[in-house]
């Protein structure tokens, strides 16, 4: 029975389909899963967060089932789920927010389980400015709005968006979070941002799913 | 300064065993990162390799592109890259050429059958004990996935002087007809 020749490892490399980016397009290319280097789709794969550095991980199905803490038993790694819910009714008048001391009407805060203390995250030329929730003013924000009780430590964020006449609450996946970031970071410009920005911004809200 | 041929055959060898590494990284994360580092980086290297030899090609200059392929490096990494000017089948022959001319004290010939479908069938006669046929059919399958590592399997028949006068086991089945013996 022959055996197949061994090949050079470089070959093997060279050889790997997965890479080849002959005949595909922007929309037909595909991303590896962080975790095992499977192809996965770019545009529906899931996210991991590693609680212990705070870095986000591209995963394909299997690993996001597979390193889910629930499900692993306490490894370091949470499954970012993803489903953004608009909380219609919620309660956060004008002194409340105030309150919260963030200068411009945009942030998004995230429990953190390790500290067991809530951040706030807003946008500013910087990029990202984050500020430590005094505990009772969180228990307050909670205690008027109990749907966040079922609001995810870690992998879950309460998004304010209260620019210009706007007054939006989500529960979102942090990963989305971060891509806001990222349409913060990218067109901001001058101190106040700028109108471009905003508008980037508006069309982030208007494609989350309702 | 290019290196000598020692040189690079010592760095070829140096990419193979840290590639062999790079897939037994135990954090996964790292390992993966670092496979598609790679796979993009030989990719890009490829793709430039393929523009070069496509301008020289198309600059009429045969002549550079042979030179090209008989540079052991180049040559190697042509052949990574499927990118070889030389056809398969002759890169086969070629192959097979050097094997007899290193073992030609052993008394044996190798004949080439078929290069098909990226599998190279070949008939290897040799006078001796089972060892020595086994011992010319690993030199062949050296050769040949070093010259061609587009083959993807090596086919070798053996006949050994003493069972060639013997009618073939298959003969008896195949209607009569008795298998020339060549």
Redesign the interface.
Known sequence: M???????????????P????RGSSAESSEE??????EPMPTATHRHLLDVSTGTV?CACRACGILFDHQAAGGGHYRLIRSRPRRLDEFDLDDVMWASLGIPVGLAFLVHSSAADQVTAFYPNPMGMMQSVLEAETWQEITASNPVLSGMDSDVEALLINRLGEARQHWLLPVDDCYRLVALVRTHWKGFTGGTEVWQHVERFFEDLPQ | MPWDNEQAREQ?RR??SA??ALESQPE??T???A??A???L??VY?DCLARVMQCIEESGHGEVTEALATDELVSHLL????LHPVDTETRVQQALEEVRHSLGSHGGEIHLAEVADGVVRVRIEVQGCPSTVEKLRLAV?EA??KAA?D??????EEATSETAAVIPVEALFSGGRVAETG
């Open positions: 022959p055996s197949p020749l061994a090949t050079s490892r470089l070959r093997q490399f060279a050889q790997r997965v890479t080849s980016v590896h899963c962080d975790l095992c280097a991980s | 070829v990419v193979e590639l062999s996964a994360i390992g993966a990162r496979v598609e790679v796979e993009t030989v990719a490829g052949l990574v890259h499927d399958e040949i996935a590592p083959i993807e399997r090596v086919e070798a």
